[in-house]
Structure formats: structure tokens, C-alpha cells
């Protein structure tokens, strides 16, 4: 550590060079990695905020939960296997408010579920991003299609689905408002699930993991995995660079690496001088990239889905290191390949 820190205090400007593009390369990363986040509970916080469970569908919607209707007999079926099954519709719509703008929300109506909101017939109850655009509890909204209007009882945090805001409504009022009289979806908790060890298998319906019920959602998996690959290719971008900067380092020291082996310096000595630099070089870049990305959440605006947690920014911290750590290791195979004498030469060349 001392010979590699003493190293890099006399190339300054090399080693600051290679921080700075590190630092740019996981600051870009942590901010992608928000929006990625943010953009998921956008979309989908509504599903996310439920525990890990199993969600049932009717097996002729083709994965699609606008198609799906479990009749009476499939609810009762489930019901009598789960009992603390939960039934759940969601249908996307509208709805205009008391200054006459249209507002495009996800309607929800749930039964037997501690997992959202229970509302009195005639009420809705909202995602809070809707109270920070002027609605107010008491506030009456309307539809051209409804015969009555529902009035705002109360707001909840962080419930969107597919970008929208949620809309909680009564089963009673979904079935008039929708014209249906069935549920769309069943849901148990593998926490309160019996024999929770797999999904129970019910006739004409197919089970999906929270997961693979996100990846139902239009746009969702798409949206994801996009974002995803951007981040895995600057991952890898990083890994590169740090092979490619210590590949040419360690040509360019060929003639010293050389001596330090006539010496009788190991070559897992010279691995751990490198080792170092990479960690030094890396942990200072991630710390200042870690704080700016975080400062950056504070001050983003409101409506930027921007979500990005302590938890994720250290597990891409350490896979920053885990990559930098694998690329400087492939650049220097030539050091211990190298000869003490050939090397010498090549040095003095």
C-alpha cells in the first residue's frame, strides 16, 4: 500500500486522470440506476409495496389483467384454499376535477385485502401526488360517463400504477362505473399462504410470482430492462477502462518491474501495489459520486421519478470494485509472465 500510494502521489496527474473518468462513469451509473428505480415504483409501486406472494389470473387473459375475470365460483374456489386470499381489480381512466381538468388515474377496488385502502361507497381515495396538484379532501370529481360524482376521503403515499396515480374506489362503484360484476385478479401472501412452500394450483387460473406479474404490466419490462443494460454497459465500460489504463501502465514499467524481480520482489507483491492503486483510485471516486448522486435525489424536482437508496448505492459501489478489481488483474498477467532480464531490456530500449 505504501509503495503504491507513493507511486501515485508522483503521477499525480495520470492517476487523477483515470479517477476523474471513474468518478463520471458510476456518478452516470448511480443517476441511471435512480431513474431506473424511480421509474419502476412509477409504474409499478402499487404491486412493489405488496410482499412477496403469488398473484392468480384467469388462464385465457394471456397474461393480460384487463383480460382477466374469476367468477364467483374460481373466488370461492381460491377463498376456501386461501383464506386470506385478497381479490383486486384495476381498470386505467379519468376523471375531472373541481377546476375542470382531467386528470388520468388507475381506478382500484379491492376486497378482503389489508393491503389497500377500504373505501365507503361514493368515495375515492387517492395517491398523494394528486393532493400536491390541488386536490383536496372534500373535493368532488366527475366523469361524463358517471351518473353521480365521488368525493376525495383521503390520500395515500407512494400507490401509482402504470405512471398513473391511483384511484381507490368501492367494488360497488367499480362494478357500476365499469359495467362488471367479477374481480380481475386474486392475490395471497406467502407470509399468511397455506402450504406458502408453492404456489396451491387452481383450475383455469396461472400463478405468477411478484416478478413475473410485474412483467404482465404494458411498457414495464421493456422500460427496465433498457435502463438496465445501460448501467450492465457501464459496468463493463468501467471494467475495460481500468484494463486498458493499468495494461498501459505496466508496459510502460516493464523495465522497473524487471529490477524489482532481480531484487527478489515477488511478483504477488507487484499484484498487490496494483491491487491498491485500483482500490484507492476506485473508493475515492465512488464516495464522491455516491454523495453527489445522493445530493442529487434531494434536489431533483418533484415530479422526477428519481428513486436511489443507500442499500443500492453500496451494492453498485462493490460491483464497481468487483469489476475494477477483475480488469486490473487480466492487464497485469503480463507482469508475471514477464522475465527479470527480458524485461530489463525491453526497458532500456
Excluded: C
Amino acid at each position: 500500500m505504501k509503495m503504491a500510494w507513493k507511486e501515485m502521489k508522483k503521477n499525480k496527474l495520470r492517476y487523477t486522470i483515470l479517477g476523474s473518468i471513474v468518478f463520471l462513469i458510476s456518478l452516470l451509473t448511480f443517476i441511471i440506476s435512480g431513474l431506473t428505480n424511480g421509474l419502476s415504483q412509477d409504474n409499478a409501486s402499487l404491486i412493489k409495496n405488496l410482499p412477496d406472494g403469488t398473484f392468480y389470473m384467469e388462464e385465457e387473459a394471456d397474461e393480460t389483467y384487463s383480460f382477466s375475470s374469476l367468477s364467483e365460483e374460481q373466488q370461492q374456489e381460491i377463498t376456501e384454499a386461501q383464506p386470506e386470499a385478497a381479490f383486486f381489480s384495476i381498470q386505467m381512466g379519468n376523471f375531472i376535477d373541481t377546476s375542470d381538468k382531467q386528470r388520468s388515474v388507475a381506478y382500484i377496488a379491492a376486497t378482503n385485502s389489508s393491503y389497500y385502502p377500504q373505501v365507503n361507497f361514493g368515495e375515492v381515495i387517492l395517491d398523494a401526488s394528486l393532493e400536491e396538484e390541488g386536490i383536496a379532501v372534500g373535493d368532488e370529481i366527475t366523469n361524463e360517463q358517471w351518473d353521480q360524482p365521488l368525493t376525495v376521503a383521503g390520500f395515500v403515499n407512494h400507490e401509482k400504477f402504470s405512471h398513473s396515480a391511483a384511484a381507490f374506489i368501492n367494488p360497488d362503484d367499480f362494478q357500476a362505473l365499469f359495467h362488471t360484476d367479477t374481480m380481475q385478479i386474486a392475490f395471497v401472501a406467502d407470509s399468511v399462504a397455506q402450504n406458502s412452500n408453492e404456489a396451491t394450483a387452481f383450475k383455469e387460473l396461472q400463478a405468477f410470482s411478484n416478478s413475473e406479474f410485474l412483467n404482465t404490466i404494458p411498457s414495464y419490462s421493456a422500460e427496465q430492462l433498457s435502463l438496465n443494460m445501460i448501467v450492465i454497459f457501464l459496468l463493463v465500460i468501467s471494467g475495460m477502462l481500468f484494463a486498458i489504463f493499468f495494461y498501459m501502465i505496466n508496459v510502460q514499467k516493464l523495465g522497473i518491474y524487471g529490477i524489482l524481480k532481480a531484487i527478489g520482489v515477488k511478483t504477488g507483491k507487484l499484484f498487490q501495489m496494483m491491487w491498491a492503486q485500483m482500490f484507492i483510485i476506485s473508493v475515492i471516486s465512488l464516495i464522491l459520486s455516491a454523495l453527489i448522486s445522493q445530493a442529487f435525489q434531494l434536489l431533483a424536482p418533484g415530479g422526477m421519478p428519481f428513486h436511489l437508496t443507500w442499500p443500492a448505492t453500496g451494492q453498485l459501489s462493490l460491483v464497481f470494485i468487483i469489476i475494477g478489481f477483475i480488469g486490473a488483474t487480466l492487464s497485469g498477467i503480463q507482469i508475471k509472465r514477464v522475465e527479470p532480464m527480458q524485461a530489463i531490456q525491453q526497458g532500456e530500449m
